[in-house]
């Protein structure tokens, strides 16, 4: 199974940017598709968007037009580029396999936070 190392997330304010990179210990292209993941503060963890071996995109509504994702195959890299950041967008964000598999070992996730 692979296994995924998130980074990027740091303090932000409304309005700002942030780039999020995870790094896979392996070849992304054994799993049909990777997502981002998030969990704000006491509430449960949601998807966000996720990227097939081949491309496409999905993403929740809530951050249609302001976020995009991406990989890199040959760097085994996927990366969440995050614009526009409102302060509910606060969470611990994870990348990971999708559809998730049984029993999933979750990395430590990288924090963003939105305030002013």
């Known amino acids: 199974q692979l296994q995924f190392v998130e980074s990027g997330g740091r303090w932000v304010q409304p309005g700002g940017s942030l780039r999020l990179y995870c790094a896979a210990s392996?070849?992304?292209?054994?799993?049909?598709?990777v997502a981002w993941y998030r969990q704000p503060p006491g509430k449960q963890r949601e998807l966000v968007a996720v990227?097939?071996?081949?491309?496409?995109?999905s993403y929740v509504d809530s951050v249609k037009g302001r976020f995009t994702i991406s990989r890199d195959n040959f760097k085994d890299a996927v990366f969440l580029q995050m614009n526009l950041l409102k302060p509910e967008d606060t969470a611990a964000f994870y990348c990971y396999a999708y559809p998730i598999p049984d029993a999933p070992s979750w990395g430590q996730g990288t924090q963003v936070t939105v305030s002013s």
């Open positions: 990227i097939s071996r081949g491309g496409s995109t």
């Open positions: 392996d070849n992304i292209n054994i799993i049909v598709a």
